[in-house]
């Protein structure tokens, strides 16, 4: 999942950014009205978290033109402010949800999952690839019914090759949704990723689900019946 962060306040961006790093998502962070309508002009986004108060184009402003160009991706709006009048006119700009500050980081995230869960209702809960099964509700992962051990970055890895499971998906791709526009998709990270998912969810059971299509990226799927695969 990969979150546009609307903060100019360098400290709380940077500590709201941690956190959901630390819960498996990717961020971006835009510091004005004018630079979050330009990266969620260009890159695609899962969910905008949003303060208000921000220079050039405040919060209303910013949800206000992204609604008026069609977009339906879930924004939850952060505030100072606590009055009535501003929480509605947060909602009536087009917001979903509006959370004030100073605010617990598990409210933030427990709304965050909410907004993503109502926003991709029609998305499966449980994905499976073969023999392959991944909850992406309580982000366990299970291959022959064993539970597999995997880091919160192996995991979103995972999801993300499994969401596009039969899809050959290339590294900028990789880099943009499992990690963020400041991560190098040329860097042998990516790779090492790969591998680690490869002795975990591929060696111990016999059968490989991860392949390689050199040049092109990696793609997760049932082998073929034939066995001519890259891996």
């Not at 330009?38 to 402003?61: C, H, T, W």
Request: aromatic fraction near 6%; charged fraction near 35%.
């Amino acid at each position: 999942m990969r979150i546009l962060l609307v903060e100019d306040e360098a400290r709380m961006a940077q500590a709201i950014k941690r956190g959901l790093r630390g819960a498996a998502y990717a961020v971006d962070v835009a510091r004005d009205g004018e630079d979050a309508l330009y990266q969620a002009s260009i890159n695609q986004y899962d969910a905008v978290i949003l303060d208000v108060m921000i220079p050039k184009r405040d919060g209303f402003e910013v949800c206000r033109e992204l609604r008026a160009q069609g977009s339906r991706i879930p924004v939850l709006m952060l505030t100072a402010r606590d009055a009535v009048e501003d929480r509605i006119g947060g909602l009536d700009t087009g917001a979903d949800d509006y959370l004030t500050k100073p605010f617990e980081f598990g409210e933030l995230l427990a709304r965050l999952r909410a907004l993503l869960r109502r926003g991709q209702e029609l998305r499966p809960t449980i994905i499976t690839v073969g023999d392959l099964e991944i909850d992406t509700r309580g982000q366990r992962v299970r291959r022959k019914g064993q539970l597999i051990e995997l880091t919160t970055k192996e995991y979103t890895l995972l999801e993300y090759l499994a969401r596009n499971a039969g899809k050959v998906v290339g590294r900028e791709e990789i880099s943009e949704h499992v990690w963020d526009d400041t991560f190098d998709p040329f860097s042998k990270l990516i790779e090492v990723y790969i591998n680690r998912l490869r002795r975990k969810v591929d060696e111990p059971f016999g059968t490989p689900l991860i392949y390689t299509r050199r040049g092109a990226g990696y793609e997760l799927r049932v082998p073929s019946e034939d066995g001519s695969e890259d891996v």
